[in-house]
């Protein structure tokens, strides 16, 4: 069995040689809250799946703190050969970040903001609806690094349905996640690579004309199982069949 990876802090370039500084927020996370020490492990990611792992050398505490590393091994992180798209629909207060966390810590490699017609949340345009979609992205990078991926999800502007229908035209397969169909996501044929999209709608569902919107340009409609799951789990739950129903797990 591989060793597991180190805890992974996110980093705007990795060092070229064979020694490093960590310094900044995510030194301030490596000393005070995960409290690492001289001869642990880290591992530096630049979020697209470059990693350097290192061995911390010394630290130097207080009010600005760094750790000086030893770079002892590089590597990179391949992504799966079907990557995952989350449409998710905009849902109101912290759930919408949740979704994200979650979607990340199961593995999505991208994240679409939909605006859906039942969506109780409305990112206007502007400094609110910036502000909204910068927390969602924060949301993405934290989650990475609790998961210790080498990938960030992308976690693009927000679309309407038409630009959504756009997104699902050009992929290679697509479901709408739907409690009320007759199909389950097992019985679904899935492309063994490309980009699958997975629509996860708001609290109040999707709507007939959005359901017939996709299905015109390639989705297809199933459920998950008995159960009727939230809005800000649902797309977890997914990723976690799809996991297993294929390659991208093995």
Do not use: Y
Request: charged residues 25%; neutral net charge; hydrophobic residues 45%.
């Amino acid at each position: 069995m591989p060793d597991a990876t180190p805890p992974v802090f996110l980093v705007a370039t990795l060092p070229e040689g064979p020694h490093a500084v960590l310094d900044g927020e995510e030194a301030r996370h490596a000393v005070t809250v995960r409290r690492m020490r001289q001869g642990e492990r880290l591992a530096l990611c630049d979020g697209e799946g470059a990693l350097a792992e290192c061995v911390v050398e010394s630290i130097r505490p207080g009010r600005a703190p760094s750790l000086e590393l030893l770079v002892t091994r590089r590597r990179l992180e391949q992504p799966p050969a079907l990557l995952v798209t989350v449409a998710q629909a905009l849902i109101k207060g912290d759930r919408g970040e949740l979704a994200v966390e979650l979607a990340t810590e199961a593995g999505a490699d991208a994240v679409v903001p939909w605006r859906a017609a039942r969506s109780i949340a409305r990112w206007e345009e502007g400094a609110r609806g910036a502000k909204a979609l910068g927390r969602w992205r924060n949301a993405a990078r934290v989650a990475t690094k609790q998961a210790r991926r080498g990938r960030v999800p992308t976690v693009s502007e927000p679309v309407d349905t038409d630009g959504l229908a756009e997104l699902v035209s050009r992929a290679a397969g697509a479901v709408v996640l739907d409690a009320g169909a007759e199909r389950t996501l097992a019985e679904v044929e899935l492309p063994e690579r490309g980009e699958f999209v997975l629509v996860v709608g708001p609290e109040g569902g999707v709507t007939e004309e959005e359901v017939d919107t996709l299905v015109a340009v390639g989705a297809i409609r199933a459920r998950l199982g008995p159960t009727v799951l939230r809005a800000s789990t649902a797309a977890t739950v997914a990723l976690g069949a799809l996991g297993a129903l294929t390659a991208r797990w093995r």
